[in-house]
């Protein structure tokens, strides 16, 4: 029994190391994607909205079409660039995932808008969040992780 004990705490270890480093990997199931650096922004009790971000790395080309979680009423993928003299943030359909190719979701780029939070995001804990795929077929797959919230990015 030592050893089993051992065995599942060790690995409960790993896990948590993951989680908190903001690496993760699909499961078989699921799209094939690697995260890394992912994270959430901390928010303040009446804040209603904030945002989440991470680097993708697909083995195989994908589009990122949603993203769920039950922190917020609404989460969309999103994108915010430069229009002249005045940054627009929208709502996009799908971001496209080239097979090996590093894609940030970062502040004042691409990123995960979580809208009408149903509460704060508080510093160092953590969220659930699916991003949801679709491959080239129309098949659609889904990635479930833990986002560490943070006031600032991990290094990284």
């Known amino acids: 029994m030592k050893t089993r004990r051992f065995t599942v705490m060790a690995l409960g270890s790993?896990?948590?190391?993951?989680?908190?480093?903001?690496?993760?990997?699909?499961?078989?199931?699921?799209?094939?994607?690697?995260?890394?650096?992912?994270?959430?922004?901390?928010?303040?009790?009446?804040?209603?909205?904030?945002?989440?971000f991470m680097r993708l790395i697909a083995e195989e080309p994908l589009k990122l079409v949603g993203v769920e979680t039950s922190v917020a009423a609404v989460a969309e993928v999103h994108e915010m660039k430069m229009d002249g003299d005045v940054m627009r943030m929208r709502a996009i359909e799908s971001l496209d995932?080239?097979?090996g190719v590093a894609v940030d979701l970062k502040p004042g780029g691409y990123h995960l808008m979580l809208q009408q939070l149903k509460g704060p995001l508080l510093k160092d804990s953590q969220i659930p969040v699916t991003l949801v795929f679709k491959d080239g077929k129309g098949a659609v797959s889904r990635l479930s992780l833990q986002l560490p919230v943070r006031t600032t990015a991990p290094a990284g």
Do not use: C, M, T, Y
């Open 14 to 52: 790993v896990l948590s190391s993951f989680l908190i480093s903001g690496v993760a990997w699909a499961h078989p199931d699921a799209a094939h994607v690697k995260v890394e650096n992912a994270w959430a922004r901390a928010s303040v009790q009446g804040q209603q909205a904030s945002g989440a």
């Open 97 to 99: 995932l080239p097979k």
